[in-house]
């Protein structure tokens, strides 16, 4: 499976970014889909996964209220809605995936993305 993250950006803050991840290859129909993201100097961090199967959320509590996962299994898409972006958001994002259960420990994930930067300025 190949997963290919984008739709990073500059913003400011309390503005919204959409990030994308394609999954490319032998993709599987159930499973979970993640986002993570890494700030500098700080280890990689869960912030929200999906079922594939069910659609079924879970977000980290540093973003629920402000953040959305979802998924298109047609096309094979997961998508990040993050509004009301704040300055400790900034962070490069990964798009992960397991054929495992739901679970936010990134050391479950096989495969992952290449990450696409967000910046939120005060």
């Known amino acids: 499976v190949q997963l290919q993250a984008s739709g990073g950006g500059l913003v400011q803050a309390g503005d919204s970014l959409r990030l994308s991840c394609a999954a490319s290859?032998?993709?599987?129909?159930?499973?979970?889909m993640a986002w993570f993201r890494q700030a500098p100097g700080k280890e990689r961090e869960f912030v929200a996964n999906i079922e594939r199967s069910s659609g079924q959320p879970y977000y980290a509590d540093s973003v629920k209220g402000r953040f959305a996962i979802s998924r298109d299994v047609a096309k094979n898409m997961v998508y990040l809605q993050m509004d009301s972006l704040k300055p400790e958001d900034t962070a490069v994002y990964y798009c992960?995936?397991?054929?495992?259960?739901?679970?936010?420990?990134?050391?479950?994930?096989?495969?992952w993305g290449q990450g696409t930067l967000v910046t939120v300025s005060s």
């Open positions: 992960a995936a397991t054929r495992s259960l739901m679970t936010s420990d990134k050391g479950y994930y096989e495969f």
């Open positions: 290859g032998r993709t599987f129909s159930s499973g979970v």
